[in-house]
């Protein structure tokens, strides 16, 4: 993995020693290094178990992480189970998704950190009683993934139903690498242990002051100083299996880091925008190079897809004009496609631009870009002066769903 | 449809005259009430044929909007063929597109205004080779839909493929009500006079100064009085059905507004942001609630999911806080949400809000919702003071991209 970064900053505060302040009260530092015993000890119950499909009832970052890595491997060797979301109370979305897979043949993960998420509950609700009428073992069916002490724990350990904690300490959009994401990818057939070793070769590098540090710190100064000028940071990824991926920097991002600032109680935060290559070159990137410099982009490539597609050698009458991409392979097309749009940005000079490559589509590319985003959006809540790991903001909302509900019951 | 606006827009210019202005030069404006004969002639080739998979090879405006519909009336009980887009350069993505479906059974649609693009090109020379590999009558297999006199209808016609030309002075983002988005849905089985009904309604309300001309004035008055202050808005939809509805949204609002102001040449623009709800509401939505107070929201309804979906009546121990959800109908629990954060961004009174409500999901609804925001990308476009119809920012990586390729072939 390589970051260049294509804008100047003069003045870089050191955040590392934040950073290493705030481990005992934030747990997703130490996840790369985490002990796995409890993984293979969970894998074990399944050994001989003939599943095909594991739901995920979950929403937020009870889901988005888990999607992102399940759908960047999708065509890894060693998956062997589909995965799917549950991660909405649409009804026509959940009667359409709970007909795609064989019920019979599924294993169901609840996941909710807290255990009081309607959408989690409603839809776990249904899905009990679809199973109930098909008088299925529900012990066989069901793995609840929460934290220690809470109510949704006590009610599965009440009905005997698997039950793994979350480490302490996690909040849901930094639990990727928790058990939230671990359990349901490993028994997916996902070797979670690569995925871990690439977290944790960026997390050796920023904790020893390696050059990822100098980075990271750059640019995370650069975003948080520049918060007014650029509110808003795009990730251009070209690569389709990079589309969840987005997604979740988007909720990692907006989450964390749109706050009142903690001192000033001033609104602030720097706004995510997901873009996929080169398919928004024909959507999005209009506004980019002509509209309003709010924006910085970073663009993710990959090296090597491993791919040998190429576009044939066909010469075609009043198509000549294109006949100059016979015999290229398409993800030399990709990659020039992504160089072309960088170029034009640089040359306008007033939009900040960052690449980062990633080497291979597998499992250490993925483990490596979470753990960078996540330590990026600690250094620039730091910066930003804002509690990255806080969401008050969402509670005025369930409040008012809550009042609804009660006035409902008294009907 | 239904649009309640929750801000105040003192001045109104009233600018439908220079939308009847353009129609000499726009052609969108009259695709409601186009002539459907050639849409009928084109079907009649098909009467016999056993086509399983409709394969859309276009992109950005040749296939966001193809894309909306398809996908909102998935399950629409016309729907008899299923739609693939091929609309990335990504090798892996094309490989595992291309595995997914039958090709024999298959007819592709080559969509490209110009005949110049060059992911639409090089994705057509590989599937035009594989279908070469099979022997199959390739004249079958093939429909071109591009503008009279382009390079691409000149191939087509000497190879004596299938060709449909798109109606004059269309542009890619507002082609959808277009040969461009009927031909392929049609042949899908989509009722498409119905779609364009819908778009009628809108039309004539709006030309005939009915209620949704007010509405639609005041909104775009707002939104671009404001693009200083309120720079991004975003489309917080309620149903998974309208997720590349918002892909198609952001492409329209993105690349017809952000440009260079016609007379200042300063870069202006209002920026996309789609969201779908409950789902952000675990992700975005804590920075409306609390960041920068540079977003409008508008909040899209459907109004009845005609569905029966519910949480069962089911008591479960330690999560009895959640009662209050037993019996209750999924779509009044989506609905619900919706409201609580209506209500709880209106409480701040510094986030404009609006609301669309559709009544179901069906042909109507969608053709007044595309037809409804393309005359709002007009106004806006129009109070903004930029041309809404063209994409000169997107030349710059075209050209560069072009030298690379010449510099390839020299090597």
């Known amino acids: 993995m390589k970051n260049e970064l294509y804008f100047n900053i003069n003045e870089v505060v050191d955040a590392t020693d934040k950073l290493v302040k705030e481990k005992d009260t934030i747990g997703y530092y130490d996840l790369p290094n985490q002990d796995i015993t409890y993984i293979k000890n969970y894998l074990k119950k399944f050994d001989n178990k003939d599943i095909e499909t594991i739901v995920i009832i979950g929403i937020g970052g009870s889901s988005l992480g888990i999607q992102a890595i399940y759908d960047f491997l999708r065509y890894d060797e060693n998956l062997t189970k589909r995965m799917v979301f549950l991660d909405s109370t649409d009804p026509l979305f959940l009667k359409e998704m709970l007909e795609s897979f064989n019920l019979v043949k599924a294993h169901f993960m609840i996941i909710s950190k807290s255990g009081n998420t309607i959408e989690t509950i409603s839809i776990y609700k249904y899905v009990y009683q679809k199973l109930c009428s098909l008088n299925l073992d529900l012990k066989e069916y069901f793995t609840f993934i929460t934290d220690e002490g809470s109510n949704l724990q006590k009610y599965a350990n009440n009905e005997g139903f698997n039950v793994v904690n979350i480490q302490a300490n996690i909040g849901g959009r930094f639990s990727v690498l928790s058990s939230v994401g671990l359990i349901p990818l490993a028994l997916a057939g996902i070797d979670v242990k690569e995925i871990l070793s690439g977290a944790n070769e960026?997390?050796?590098?920023?904790?020893?002051?390696?050059?990822?540090?100098?980075?990271?710190?750059?640019?995370?100064?650069?975003?948080?100083?520049?918060?007014?000028?650029?509110?808003?940071?795009?990730?251009?990824?070209?690569?389709?299996?990079?589309?969840?991926?987005?997604?979740?920097?988007?909720?990692?991002?907006?989450?964390?880091?749109?706050?009142?600032?903690?001192?000033?109680?001033?609104?602030?935060?720097?706004?995510?925008?997901?873009?996929?290559?080169?398919?928004?070159?024909?959507?999005?990137?209009?506004?980019?190079?002509?509209?309003?410099?709010?924006?910085?982009?970073?663009?993710?490539?990959?090296?090597?897809?491993?791919?040998?597609?190429?576009?044939?050698?066909?010469?075609?009458k009043f198509l000549e004009g294109l006949d100059n991409i016979n015999n290229l392979e398409f993800e030399t097309i990709i990659n020039m496609q992504a160089d072309s749009i960088v170029e034009s940005l640089l040359y306008k000079s007033d939009i900040p631009v960052d690449i980062i490559e990633i080497d291979h589509i597998n499992e250490r590319s993925i483990g490596k870009l979470i753990y960078y985003y996540e330590l990026l959006t600690s250094l620039v809540g730091e910066f930003l002066g804002v509690n990255t790991y806080n969401q008050p903001g969402v509670e005025a909302g369930k409040k008012i769903l809550k009042t609804k509900l009660q006035n409902i019951l008294k009907d």
Chains 1, 2 share one sequence.
């Open 202 to 316: 960026v997390k050796k590098e920023f904790f020893n002051n390696g050059e990822i540090n100098q980075t990271l710190q750059k640019k995370a100064s650069f975003m948080a100083s520049h918060f007014d000028k650029h509110p808003n940071n795009c990730i251009f990824a070209y690569s389709e299996r990079l589309k969840y991926f987005v997604s979740w920097y988007v909720q990692l991002w907006g989450e964390s880091l749109g706050k009142k600032q903690t001192n000033s109680q001033l609104n602030v935060g720097l706004t995510p925008i997901g873009l996929i290559g080169p398919k928004d070159q024909h959507s999005f990137l209009q506004l980019i190079e002509d509209g309003p410099r709010d924006k910085s982009i970073t663009f993710i490539k990959v090296n090597d897809f491993v791919s040998d597609l190429k576009v044939p050698d066909i010469k075609m």
